[in-house]
């Protein structure tokens, strides 16, 4: 409805109920114009109204979605289900052109305009979330293991005589896959243990570069965000240490937005250093659906480079996920998130402390660590090896998700290489552990519950650890008890 079809809608309703709907309407668009001068996540966030208005309006801009439309191509938004279409607002043309995903489809303006947005937004985001001196970023239709490979392959035609990775280990496959698909040969650096704490061993980082060349050395590959006893790298010392060598440096900061600590490590990394790129997940940061992420750094022109390296036309769905949940929440709605999980990282702490403490176990120190937590699995190992990982299935039957039960001992072979004590980030970390993690959306009852039942786990398994203890006592002493 514009101005000249509300004039004309008075002459069929009372003119004073028709400038009240035409009001209420130009508070909708007040918000939209905002946003398209602005280019910011909205401190408060929107209703779904607005959002959907929005939406329909960048639809019917896109050509699949004119009237008067005749179609004559291979690829022209063309959708056999309106269910599809529907789930999809009717946006069907993806996001970018075939030799570049930022770049602008003529005949998908509304789509173009979505993605356009969809990245000024992402950026206000981080820079909101702790990295302010961000430069440019985008949103890429893909996990964060293929993001990084993306970042990998675009510094291949900057260092083609590059073939080595140096990597501080971290026990996930897709971040370790990454390294392989791109064509290159990780580094694995061991970590450090320093009291319960694993940390990167900046000499071991530097005696690699040393012992390859710098110029062998496609970049250093950090995390932030991981599981405990891990802790997020040395950003700073890292980001030195590149700049000293001139190695490109990329970080995986998967679930690190969240986190302020680990926005600020990005953050001084660059000021005192080099980083090139940090890529973070869209679902782990922002509850959307898996599928998509952000690669964000502090050189605009790489940032772009690495856009350009995407391969043809890509889905729209990561972009308009991400869009529709930031504008819903708004700047505010995500700060508070964001502050939530804060409080409840301090409440798992220490309901995990006072139940490791009521089972002859501890949660281990791991202070560097601002998301996940770790308790000792000592008192279960000492029962049986198949003990710690009989607590694992008992919760998952018990439907916790998301704890990790870590046995010592493991090993996992990925792409040829082989990991001692996987999933621990150690060859040989000290205990058996739990690991529990406060990420962005957890609830007080999400945590009281697990404790629960986990306090119910533990005390199975120990009733039935003392009951075969005693069977066993009784076979040897019906056999050997008269010796």
């Given at each position: ?30 918000l939209?114009r905002h ?19 929005f ?8 050509s ?16 056999a ?27 998908a ?40 490979t ?8 900057r ?26 040969e ?26 390859l060349?710098?110029d ?79 690669i ?91 003990a ?96």
């Amino acid at each position: 409805m514009n101005s000249e079809n509300f004039s004309l809608s008075e002459k069929i309703v009372s003119s004073s109920y028709i400038r009240q709907g035409s009001q209420a309407r130009r508070s909708h668009e007040q918000l939209i114009r905002h946003l398209l001068e602005q280019g910011k996540c909205p401190e408060e966030g929107w209703s779904e109204s607005t959002v959907e208005l929005f939406l329909n309006e960048l639809a019917v801009m896109d050509s699949n979605n004119f009237l008067g439309n005749c179609g004559v191509g291979e690829r022209e938004g063309r959708v056999a289900s309106s269910l599809v279409a529907r789930r999809h607002y009717r946006l069907i043309h993806g996001i970018g052109r075939s030799g570049d995903i930022a770049a602008i489809q003529p005949k998908a303006a509304g789509s173009s305009l979505l993605n356009k947005l969809t990245n000024s937004v992402a950026l206000d985001i981080l820079k909101l979330s702790g990295v302010r001196s961000v430069a440019s970023c985008f949103v890429v239709p893909m996990a964060t293991g293929m993001s990084l490979t993306l970042c990998f392959l675009t510094l291949r035609h900057r260092r083609p005589k590059a073939r080595y990775i140096i990597w501080p280990r971290i026990d996930q496959k897709s971040c370790f896959k990454a390294m392989i698909t791109a064509g290159f040969e990780p580094v694995v650096v061991e970590n450090v243990l320093e009291g319960d704490e694993l940390r990167t061993d900046l000499e071991a980082v530097e005696r690699k570069i040393e012992e390859l060349g710098a110029d062998n050395v496609l970049c250093v590959h950090s995390t932030t965000s991981c599981f405990a006893p891990r802790v997020p790298d040395r950003l700073e010392e890292l980001a030195t240490m590149c700049a000293k060598y001139n190695i490109p440096h990329i970080v995986n900061n998967a679930y690190g937005v969240q986190s302020s600590k680990c926005m600020h490590l990005i953050q001084q990394g660059a000021r005192v250093g080099r980083i090139d790129a940090f890529v973070q997940s869209l679902d782990k940061n922002f509850m959307v659906p898996v599928g998509g992420a952000i690669i964000a750094g502090f050189d605009e022109p790489f940032i772009q480079e690495i856009s350009k390296m995407y391969p043809g036309r890509a889905s729209a769905s990561p972009s308009l996920d991400v869009l529709i949940t930031l504008l819903t929440l708004g700047a505010s709605g995500y700060k508070k998130l964001l502050s939530e999980r804060k409080e409840i990282y301090s409440f798992l702490a220490q309901e995990l402390k006072s139940l490791a403490s009521a089972h002859g176990e501890r949660l281990l120190h791991t202070p560097h660590n601002p998301i996940s937590l770790a308790m000792s699995l000592d008192g279960l190992q000492a029962e049986s090896d198949k003990a710690v990982t009989h607590l694992g299935s008992m919760l998952f039957t018990r439907q916790v998700s998301g704890a990790r039960v870590i046995p010592l001992g493991k090993e996992q072979t990925i792409s040829g290489h082989t990991f001692r004590g996987f999933m621990s980030h150690s060859e040989e970390y000290p205990c058996p552990y739990l690991n529990a993690a406060s990420a962005v959306g957890i609830t007080r009852d999400d945590v009281t519950l697990c404790i629960k039942r986990l306090d119910k786990c533990l005390k199975t398994l120990k009733k039935d650890g003392n009951a075969a203890k005693s069977r066993f006592q009784l076979t040897l002493s019906i056999n050997y008890g008269d010796a």
